[in-house]
């Protein structure tokens, strides 16, 4: 599973790392967290807002921060 962090290293992009690496840590899955900084492969997703979070290529949410149990479902439905 690859996991995208989008955003510019902003304090939000940071904390969503992190909650993106938790949900990973508490399912006990194996991905890869990838820190996206690059504003044109950011827009290349659509998103116009950061943070974003991308799941095997699927952008789950732009300019909001998800609670761990929201990444947590959105990993699950993407396995």
């Given at each position: ?24 840590a508490e399912l006990s899955i ?50």
């Amino acid at each position: 599973m690859n996991i995208k962090i989008l955003g510019t290293g902003c304090p939000k992009c940071r904390e969503l790392e992190e909650l993106a690496k938790k949900a990973v840590a508490e399912l006990s899955i194996a991905a890869n967290v990838e820190k996206v900084t690059d504003l044109d492969k950011i827009m290349a997703y659509g998103v116009m807002m950061t943070p974003g979070l991308v799941i095997d290529e699927q952008v789950k949410i732009a300019g909001k921060i998800p609670t761990v149990d929201q990444i947590k479902n959105w990993i699950q439905e993407s396995n």
